[in-house]
DNA sequence: CCTAGTCGAGACGCAACCGTTCCGTCTCGG
DNA sequence: CCGAGACGGAACGGTTGCGTCTCGACTAGG
């Protein structure tokens, strides 16, 4: 029975201890300690540190939330940046998020797993969002997807995570009417 | 004589050895070694590796360089999008500044210093460029300022320095045009 | 030419982790 | 009821980094 309560004693722990002290000073020593475990217990299921934190990737990305079709273009945006906002202010996210992408520059593995997990499932998110607009004809059939995904998520990555600004959701409803004008330029 | 050429070597092998294994991972003994020095000669210097990299934070900082009136708002943002990526792509800075961000969850310190000296600088710079926008009537007076330089540096930090995006110059001008639109609205 | 101060080098004792190995215990499925 | 196997725990030898300290060499200014 390797899928049981040790195993996810060991994840919550890996967690907890990347939130405090970050990756690179993580010891599964202190992961092993703060489970309750031994370390012997890890070992038996993931070969590295490195790999114990490509699982977690994995597993955090699938609580994504879809985002309801509100029936237009604004509504979508607002609705995308709360739930993206909201996910970025977990207090165990804010905290790991910057870590992970600051160790991906060091550990291939790790990038590619973030591009995969974290960027696909918002990205996926974001064009489904830019697509029905398209559909309705609120956007030009030649609209930049990729430069959409970059107005969509760069503002909040870098207002909620980077500068650690404090909650507003005011500020999200001005930010997504400047978001849409961007848009359909 | 303590501001000399070992000084210099030894901020030289930190900011390349932070480059290398981040800074959770970067030993002052890593440093000596690399800088040619004894470890005496960064302990006689600073008392701590968080102090050497708050130090080193200042000194980057002065490097910013002045963003220049082009006439238009338009002009202006590319002008800015422009500088500020390529500041991004400098080899050492985007190994390291993600870095440094996430240190600053762990070392207020850090996130102070990070605040002040990057975030300080940077903003000085899209501040003056909105303000010009403003006295030449291209925008609003009552136009959101916070929100615009989220807008201005959010989706460069997003392309640039988290997805690594390679750079692309055409790019930069339709963002230029989605921003201006943004900032308008 | 002397002396004060910095220099590189490296040893010091101490602590944390590494990844592995071995305990004795406990819990299952057969 | 027994054997397989995972369990927590502890120890293993080895490595790394800490911050301090002591060398003898070099280089100033006086």
């Known amino acids: 029975m390797l899928q049981g309560a040790v195993t996810d004693a060991i994840r919550t722990a890996f ?35 490195e790999a ?3 699982d977690l990737i994995a597993q955090v990305s699938f609580a994504a939330t879809d985002t309801p079709d509100t029936g237009t273009l604004r509504g979508d945006v607002l609705a ?25 520059i060091h550990h291939p593995d790790i990038a590619d797993s973030l591009r995969d997990r974290v960027g696909g499932a918002g990205r996926e998110k974001a064009v489904s969002v830019l697509r ?11 609209t930049d997807f990729e430069l959409g995904l970059d107005l969509l998520a760069g503002p909040l990555y870098w207002n909620t995570t ?24």
Chains 1, 2 share one sequence.
């Open 52 to 54: 114990v934190t490509i």
């Open 132 to 142: 029905r607009a398209v559909e309705r004809g609120e956007l030009a059939p030649d």
């Open 162 to 185: 980077v500068r650690q600004a404090p909650a507003d959701p005011a500020r999200l409803q001005r930010l997504a009417d400047k978001v849409v004008a961007a848009l359909a330029a």
């Open 15 to 49: 967690l907890e201890e990347l939130a405090e002290v970050g990756y690179g000073r993580l010891s599964l020593e202190a992961v092993a300690r703060r489970a309750g475990s031994g370390k012997a217990a890890i070992y038996r299921r993931w070969p590295s540190k």
């Open 80 to 104: 995308f940046l709360t739930a993206v906002d909201a996910a970025l202010r977990h207090p165990l996210v804010s905290r790991i998020l910057p870590d992970l992408f600051a160790a991906g």
